[in-house]
């Protein structure tokens, strides 16, 4: 059974570092992207970035590009997403998604159970 | 401000069907594949319409996607008070080089 388990929920003060995880299982990890999708509360999903853990390839959203870090380790077959200083800003649902080019370039298939950021003095 | 822009609200009444929208451009529904997913309160999105047209696994035929120039469209008919959620669609965006987000419908059953 394909699954994606995500860290536990956070809280964060502004100016703090942060690293989550999406720890994959149950198919050929390094073998699909592996994407990080942003939904502050009540509102839309937004697309941060993609990582193929094969060869740690990554592409950023422009909205996010030097905001945020995604890195994979295909050994512990793990991807992360980190920010090295948090603003208010970032509180929100944080989802890891494998993507599936079988079901085509934007189809998501798994997902993992959403990892929460609050950040607030 | 999402690329993909949807109706922030819809509603139905049981066993009717109703249309949801998703209006694009060139870059992204005009030139790629569009994709559907439901949300859940509290649960993580479910893709539900792959490739414009192509129901996911298990997903009854009560929901059928469609496009046309650079919209899309996600028609569920016999409506049922289980579908009352989130439903985003989303799009391969060739400008962005990544899949672009709508900002979701939220569908009532009345």
């Known amino acids: 059974e394909v699954q994606l388990v995500q860290s536990g929920a956070e809280v964060k003060k502004p100016g703090e570092s942060l690293k989550i995880s999406c720890e994959g299982s149950?198919?050929?990890?390094?073998?699909?992207?592996i994407a990080w999708v942003r939904q502050v509360p009540g509102k839309g999903l937004e697309w941060m970035g993609i990582?193929?853990?094969?060869?740690?390839?990554?592409t950023y959203s422009p909205s996010f590009e030097g905001q945020v870090t995604i890195s994979a380790d295909k050994s512990i077959t793990t991807a992360y997403l980190q920010w090295s200083s948090l603003k208010a800003s970032d509180t929100a649902i944080y989802f890891c998604?494998?993507?599936?080019?079988?079901?085509?370039?934007?189809?998501?298939?798994?997902w993992g159970q959403g990892t929460l950021v609050t950040v607030s003095s | 401000q999402s690329v993909l822009t949807q109706p922030p609200s819809a509603s139905g009444t049981p066993g009717q069907r109703v249309t949801l929208s998703c209006s694009g451009g060139?870059?992204?529904?005009?030139?790629?594949?569009v994709f559907w997913y439901v949300q859940l309160p509290g649960a993580a999105p479910k893709l539900i319409i792959y490739?414009?047209?192509h129901r996911s696994p298990g997903v009854p035929d009560r929901f059928s996607g469609s496009k046309s120039g650079t919209s899309a469209s996600l028609a569920i008919s016999g409506l049922q008070s289980e579908d009352e959620a989130d439903f985003y669609c989303?799009?391969?965006?060739?400008?962005?080089?990544?899949?672009?987000f709508g900002g979701g419908t939220k569908l009532t059953v009345l």
């Open positions: 998604t494998r993507r599936s080019d079988y079901y085509g370039t934007a189809a998501f298939d798994y």
């Open positions: 149950g198919y050929s990890f390094p073998n699909y992207w």
């Open positions: 990582i193929y853990p094969g060869d740690s390839d990554t």
């Open positions: 060139i870059s992204n529904i005009g030139s790629n594949n």
């Open positions: 490739k414009t047209d």
């Open positions: 989303a799009a391969w965006d060739d400008s962005l080089s990544g899949p672009v």
